[in-house]
Structure formats: C-alpha cells, structure tokens
C-alpha cells in the first residue's frame, strides 16, 4: 500500500541573518514553514564546526515550530539527552557511521530513546552511499534524508544526476514494505528542483539558499512560492 504524506518546508536556519534569528524565526512562522533544520556538525565527520545542544535550547525556547536537527557527527549518542526532544520534532544521524568491528551500525538504542520522546528518528545518506545501506535499520527510522550534495557547507553545489535517487530511494523503500519512511531533501533545493522531487516521492523539503534564503527576495515571498512548488 502506497502512503501519501503532505509535504512540508523545513527552512534551514544555517542560512539564515543569525545576528537576527528570532526575527526570521517569526517571519518564517508567518508565512507558514512548518518546522526549522538545524545542522549540528563537528568538525570531524564534516569539515566544519556549527550549531550544538545549546543553540538548540535556546531556539527551543523562542519557537514551537517542530526542529528537524540533523546531526553530522561521528557520535551522535552524545548529543540524545544534551537537549529535550519535543513530539514532532525529527533527530537525524547519519548511516555511514560504523561499529567497534567496521559495520555499518545498528541505530536500534537510539531510535528507541528518540521515539520515546514523541520525536522521530531519521538516518542521512551522503551522495555516493548507497541507499541499500540503510537496510539493517529500516526497522528503526521514521525518515531517510537524502543529501543532493557533500555536506559541511551552506551554498554547495547539487551533485550531478542527484536527484534520480529520489525515484529509486522511494521505490526500494515501498518494495521493503517500508512506504511509511518519508523521504527528506537537503542541499540546493530550489522550488523547481522541488517539484520534481516532490513527484519522485520527496514530502520533507529543506529549504536554504537556493529555495527559501534567495537574493533580492523577501521570505513572505519566497516561502508562498516554495509551498507552490511542491503542492501537487
């Protein structure tokens, strides 16, 4: 059985006027982005150094909008517990990470604490890793973030026939029995590049320079426009 899910704007905030942040936060709020990304990385599985556990307190405490933290670090049990996960919120580690033995780990512990907490548990997936590799760990996952580039930095350019994977991530997932997973985009998603994932099987949209952050464009403009582009 197919499952259909609305589609839903997740802004990143790593784009946005941090000197203003409450200020965009209301804006975004507004005009109707339904929850905020927070990229956490340690500058080690990426190479660079941004958001934690406190910025995602205080964010926290300014806005009940859901936070979608995707956490790009190589031990991402250090930071369940530094924060309270809210219902609805998502807690996103990344599938490449190994075990003491060199595999591809098992996420059961940590999916478990995430949902009990009401939030939702999501592996990430790099460009060139496979989207089989999350096999082990369909059990455990609420959502499978598809990365369109090499994570570490805002504006990266989107790699080259990227978004085919989200046609066949989609696919591979419903032959597994697994069409309750939704399928998050991070990484140059434009509007258009949107609407196309949007009818590939995408429902969870992270919107940064290219989509929602855009130059010469106010966010009530780019927000409406965004939210047409993936209303089918």
């Not at 089989?132 to 990266?156: C, K, Q, W």
């Not at 990484?187 to 929602?212: D, L, P, Q």
């Not at 966010?219 to 089918?232: D, G, N, Q, V, Y």
Request: glycine share 8%.
């Amino acid at each position: 059985m197919i499952m259909y899910y609305d589609n839903k704007i997740s802004v990143s905030v790593m784009c946005s006027d941090l000197l203003n942040l409450e200020k965009d936060i209301r804006t975004l709020e507004k005009h109707g982005a339904d929850m905020l990304h927070i990229d956490v990385m340690d500058a080690h599985f990426v190479p660079n150094l941004t958001f934690g556990p406190d910025f995602i307190k205080a964010m926290q405490r300014k806005t009940s909008l859901p936070l979608d933290s995707h956490f790009m670090v190589e031990d991402p049990e250090l930071m369940f517990g530094k924060f309270t996960l809210r219902p609805g919120d998502i807690f996103t580690a990344h599938v490449e990470l190994k075990d003491q033995y060199g595999n591809l780990r098992s996420y059961k512990e940590l999916s478990e604490k995430v949902r009990d907490n009401g939030a939702l548990f999501g592996l990430a997936v790099n460009p060139e890793t496979p989207i089989e590799s999350l096999e082990r760990n369909l059990a455990y996952i609420d959502t499978v973030t598809l990365m369109l580039v090499h994570p570490g930095f805002a504006g990266a350019t989107m790699v080259d026939g990227i978004m085919e994977k989200v046609g066949k991530a989609r696919k591979w997932l419903d032959s597994k029995d697994f069409e309750r997973i939704e399928i998050s985009v991070d990484g140059s998603v434009s509007a258009e590049r949107a609407h196309y994932m949007a009818e590939s099987g995408a429902s969870i949209f992270v919107g940064g320079t290219a989509g929602i952050y855009r130059k010469g464009m106010d966010l009530k403009e780019t927000i409406p426009a965004f939210r047409k582009a993936i209303t089918l």
